[in-house]
């Protein structure tokens, strides 16, 4: 019987579970531990008819016909969800790679990474499940991607969001050079603009124009002569070799480099700020962005992601998520109102400096608790069936709550689809919002930020609402998921100390 896994951590891990619970299992053999529960199943019956009185007639066959039932229902219990019978090993793990072929992305598999080789053998042990385990396990993973195949598939727009906000300018002397281009080139040539006032054209127009003069590659100072076409590098670039007739007058350096007019400096294929502004880009991400914004061409989409990395805030660490203004729209009733809403807005603005890395944080940490759940109550399984005497009860509750963990999967994979898809909606193709910005509505209304509050929550609320369902059903589930919230505070926490340390630097600059 093959056993599917749905990540590396909950491979290895299903293995270590079940090579723990072998041993107790073991254990509880060699000590004689697992006869126990059938004397208390004796004991409990006779207690039970004896205090029933003594008008039900022969109390001494109703008894044994009533221990003799709950003795064979023990023996059922512990051949099939006690005894360790099907062999698991790294052999019949699977990584299951079901999602991605759906989706047409690929995943390693482990046996193209260090893992097989890592923990192929743990000590050379192996071990092995009890049957109606490896058959639940089977039935769950099935269920789980049948439900997780059900969900249309799509980019996540939300990690790309992340990405590309979390795309620095690594090399300080690409950095300085934007610095050197914003002061000689995009200065100047904006101050020109204003002295010049030139027509912006009809009024439909001049918006957009305003937002293409509001970042150092304007299309516009490119484009209209006695802009970047007049001004120049005030130093030496050594990837423009001198030139006496551009560069008359200007001293010539050792080294050969010369003084290229701003539209070179930006423009010019391979060497240019432009060209090696994106090659800070991860080529995947682009990829990604290339293939969502298909209403747009290439040329647009690089231009919007290189506007988000020339931007000053990426020039710098600590300040992510800097850009988080929101727009108090609609009349309101009173001063007081407009007041109270403007305020409650500037501190959703600000708290998402910490909430949102802190949120990116637990969505990480998220599979991994679970990975560990799982293995803890893979381990737990033997312990629980001799507390709980071997009753059949036990065992289904058991059942539906080891069931329960393993659909969670299909809990974090639906939140993560909504979270994507409702920023598609809102800024994809025909959407209201949709002039392409890679930070995908991160400039936008304030309501945005509420509701991105709100889909970072999700990624727990849904399986504890999951969880909490199953008592509708009788099944008291109790504090199942509890490790979720626990397990993620401390990263959610530390997730969030970055934004803080962004509010405090903001606060003194203040």
Known sequence: MTLMTNDYLEYYLTLVGWLINNGIWNMISDTGIYAVPFCVIIVKEWLKVRGEGADEGNKGVLSLARIETSIYVGYVVVALAGIPAVNVSFGTLQFDQSRAEQCQYKLPSPSETGWETSFSSLNGKSAQVPIWWAFMHSLSKGFTSGAVAAIPCGLDLRQMRMEVNNTKVKNPLLAQEVGDFAH?????????????QPDLGSAADAPETLHDLSWIGSKYFLNTPGYYDTDYSKTPRTSWPYDAIRDAGLPEVTGG?????????????????????????????????????????????????????????????????????????GQQNSLGNGASRAAGYVGIALGT????????MVRQALPMVMAFLKMAMVICMPL????????????????????ALIFVDFWFQLARWIDSTILDALYG??????????????????????????????????????????????????????????????????????????????????
């Not at 000689?184 to 010049?196: D, I, Q, V």
């Not at 080529?283 to 992601?305: F, I, R």
Request: proline share 4%; aromatic share 12%.
């Open 353 to 360: 400096i910490a909430y949102f890395p802190a949120m990116d």
């Open 429 to 510: 193709s025909g959407s209201p919002y949709q002039n392409f910005n890679p930070t995908l509505g991160l400039d936008n209304a304030a309501q945005d930020l509420v509701l991105n509050y709100v889909m970072g929550a999700m990624f727990i609320i849904l399986p504890m609402f999951w969880v909490g369902a199953l008592g509708w059903a009788g099944i008291s589930a109790g504090s199942l998921l509890d490790g979720l919230a626990k397990g993620t505070k401390d990263v959610q926490t530390q997730g969030s100390r970055g934004g803080d340390i962004a509010i405090d630097v903001a606060k003194k600059s203040i």
């Open 384 to 403: 629980v069936l001799i507390v709980g005497a071997y009753q059949l009860q036990v065992a289904m509750t058991m059942t539906v709550l080891f069931f």
């Open 257 to 329: 480099g010369g003084y290229p007019n701003c539209k070179q400096w930006w423009s010019d294929s391979g060497i240019g700020l432009r060209d090696r502004l994106l090659a800070q880009v991860d080529p995947d991400l682009m990829t990604n962005m290339l293939k969502w914004a298909n209403w747009l061409s290439s040329d647009e989409v690089e231009e919007s992601v290189i506007r988000q990395v020339a931007a000053p805030r990426q020039q710098m660490g600590g300040a992510v998520y800097s850009d988080y203004g929101g727009q108090v729209g």
């Open 184 to 196: 000689y080139c995009y200065g100047p040539s904006r101050a020109r603009f204003f002295m010049r």
